[in-house]
């Protein structure tokens, strides 16, 4: 079996196990959150040996030269080294503001020692002193001049219940990233985007909306946001006020209890989608049944792209 070598340990990874497996098993320190290879939190570095190709999967080229990885799709098949990421991999930040969105989601405003270069959409992981690590994703536009979070809050959460309750303005933190190709891009202004989130999948959305639109895009532009029933809306006021100040921008909040399921709410009004572009984000049960959705409705894959929140472990 191949073996770790962290610090002074000497750790063997058993054939049912990642490398995040075996190290968690032998106490080590190492944050983590979605296990699925998306979130980046259980970012490691390679000192010695090979790791294999795959654990790099969706990292910057940069970091996969430089031997990093992620440990929770790490199985290796020799033996090598691994410490914690280098600090410069994680950028100082600072909690500026909390706020609350509506009954279970939070506003979370994040203030960077230094500027953080990022696309509206894109997702960081955040980090407390104590190594706690977890994922979300980016509502601002980088001339906002801080980084702003839509949190869900949930009982026992150990991060969201911190940041709704003891967290105060000025505590230090930690980000890493951002990573993530969910964001606007130009070069077909004229194009029709079609962007559907449930939940807290609205914060990328939100921001991919308005930098699209601030960029000049005048295609039409559907937003739909899903919800079991109002009181999972939110940004409402703010979204309708965007559609008074851009016509072509369209947002349809839809609600299972009185609208139905969010894919056929979306395929009814737009059965025929060649030629559009699409962002879908959210839960990842949705997520990817709306990717083979709009594919089905004529939309090519290569203009479907999707985020789908991968739920954090409880422990």
């Known amino acids: 079996m191949p073996v770790v ?3 002074t340990q000497q750790i063997e990874v058993l054939p049912s196990e990642t490398v995040l497996d075996a190290l968690l098993r032998a106490g080590a320190p190492v944050s983590h959150s979605c296990r699925a290879g998306v979130c980046q939190s259980c970012l490691l570095h390679a000192t010695e040996g090979p790791v294999p190709p795959a654990s ?20 290796p098949e020799q033996d090598f080294a691994a410490t914690l990421p280098d600090p410069g991999v994680r950028t100082a930040t600072r909690l500026v503001a909390t706020s609350w969105l509506s009954d279970t989601v939070l506003r979370v405003a994040l203030e960077c020692a230094e500027p953080l270069r990022h696309r509206a959409g894109q997702y960081l992981t955040l980090f407390r002193a104590d190594g706690l690590g977890r994922s979300y994703s980016i509502a601002s ?11 869900r809050v949930i009982p026992n959460g150990r991060m969201s219940s911190w940041l709704a309750g003891a967290a105060q303005p000025g505590a230090e933190l930690t980000v890493q ?12 202004p004229g194009q029709p985007l079609l962007l559907i989130g449930t939940g807290t999948g609205l914060a990328p959305l939100y921001g991919i909306v308005r930098d699209a639109l601030g960029q000049g895009h005048d295609g039409p532009v559907w937003l739909y946001h899903g919800a079991l029933d109002e009181r999972g809306l939110y940004l409402v006021k703010e979204l309708e006020a965007l559609h008074a100040r851009h016509p072509n921008f369209h947002y349809r909040p ?6 139905g399921p969010l894919p056929e709410v979306v395929l009814a009004a737009h059965p025929k989608l060649a030629g559009w572009r699409g962002y879908v984000c959210g839960d990842p049960q949705i997520v990817n049944l709306l990717k083979k959705s709009l594919f089905l409705a004529g939309m090519a894959s290569r203009e479907i792209n999707c985020d789908a929140f991968v739920p954090a472990p409880a422990v």
């Open 5 to 7: 070598t962290w610090g």
């Open 56 to 75: 790099q999967a969706g990292l910057k080229p940069a970091l996969a030269e430089q031997g990093y990885f992620l440990a929770c799709v790490c199985r």
């Open 141 to 151: 536009l980088p001339e906002d001049g801080m980084i702003e979070l839509h949190v």
């Open 177 to 188: 990233g951002p990573a993530g190709t969910c964001f606007y891009t130009t070069g077909a």
């Open 254 to 259: 839809a609600l299972l209890n009185r609208d």
